[in-house]
């Protein structure tokens, strides 16, 4: 089973950046990425209108919209400080199964847990702002990974729809540009996390 890897969209400028923010799925969903390639990042670099964002534009407009709600400056690209990783690097299924990828965390620690500690350029630096999307990464995160990182009070961590979610655009646009206001400190016992509501855009809960 093919590992996935999840560089950085620049690593250069994600390194350099005071405001590196990673976005946590559970699991790469089947075993033929569109594009072919298995690594997020060049998933992302390379996903254009022109190739139809290999299919999967929500997935990528998605993100895009969580990332406008996050950038503090519009006039540049708001992908260059952004990274998505799954917490288990092998594919797995439509629907996620919370055991299977605990237990994959768990056997894979030091792998997993670098991805939000790193302090090797090359790999790519720790990040600033955490992005749990869907329930399964943050079940996981906060049950494996959470307590790990208190040692950084600076690390702030939010929860939100995964990508691949039926949510509409206008929904998503209104709660990301007030995610700023949801974000904790890994210090704290609880974050929060948006609720997609079809009748109110505005309904967040605890993790």
């Not at 089947?30 to 190739?51: C, H, I, L, S, V």
């Not at 594919?91 to 056997?107: F, I, L, M, P, Q």
């Not at 955490?130 to 906060?142: C, E, I, M, N, R």
């Amino acid at each position: 089973m093919m590992r996935w890897e999840f560089t950085p969209y620049n690593i250069e400028k994600w390194n350099k950046s005071n405001e590196r923010l990673l976005f946590v799925a559970a699991e790469p969903n089947g075993e033929q990425p569109n594009g072919g390639y298995y690594d997020m990042g060049a998933w992302f670099r390379t996903a254009k209108p022109e190739n139809k964002y290999y299919n999967n534009k929500q997935f990528f407009a998605r993100c895009e919209i969580i990332l406008s709600g996050l950038s503090n400056d519009m006039a540049k690209n708001i992908f260059d400080n952004f990274r998505l990783m799954d917490l288990k690097a092998t594919s797995g299924t439509e629907k996620s199964n919370r055991n299977v990828v605990e237990d994959y965390v768990n056997n894979n620690f030091d792998e997993v847990i670098k991805y939000f500690n790193s302090t090797e350029e090359d790999f790519g630096l720790f990040p600033h702002i955490v992005v749990l999307l869907g329930d399964t990464a943050q079940s996981v995160f906060k049950r494996c990974i959470k307590e790990k990182l208190t040692s950084n009070p600076n690390l702030k961590f939010v929860g939100m729809p995964h990508p691949s979610h039926t949510v509409a655009y206008d929904a998503l646009t209104k709660a990301s540009r007030n995610i700023r206001q949801h974000l904790n400190p890994i210090t704290s016992k609880t974050t929060d996390k948006w609720i997609y509501c079809k009748d109110d855009h505005d309904v967040w809960r605890k993790i």
